[in-house]
């Protein structure tokens, strides 16, 4: 089993960044797929970037060439750099870890851009 700990959300103005933090435990985090997801009041959570075991990554549209994902696997931990951050990307942001069947979530952070 895998337990996952998001941080680094927080309040920022538009066109600022955050680098928010998934801290994994609990497994071998090198053999997880992981993934950024994010839920805005009202809406269906949606994927925002993802990264394969073996460092391949994804991105929404709405995000790509603002967020980057990154992970190091010798701090189990993965990671998203958010620049020119907008309005519309105000949400809970969820980090979720997969491997198989298998899938593990955290508790997620809140993301307030805003002036």
């Known amino acids: 089993q895998v337990q996952l700990v998001e941080s680094g959300g927080g309040l920022v103005q538009p066109g600022g960044s955050l680098r928010l933090s998934c801290a994994a435990s609990?497994?071998?985090?090198?053999?997880?797929?992981m993934g950024w997801y994010r839920q805005a009041p009202g809406k269906q959570r949606e994927l925002v970037a993802a990264i394969t075991s073996g460092g391949i990554t994804n991105y929404a549209d709405s995000v790509k060439g603002r967020f980057t994902i990154s992970r190091d696997n010798a701090r189990s931990t993965m990671y998203l750099q958010m620049s020119s951050l907008k309005p519309e990307d105000t949400a809970v942001y969820y980090c979720?870890?997969?491997?198989?069947?298998?899938?593990?979530w955290g508790q997620g952070t809140q993301v307030t851009v805003s002036s």
């Open positions: 979720k870890g997969s491997r198989g069947l298998l899938e593990y």
């Open positions: 609990g497994s071998i985090f090198s053999i997880y797929h």
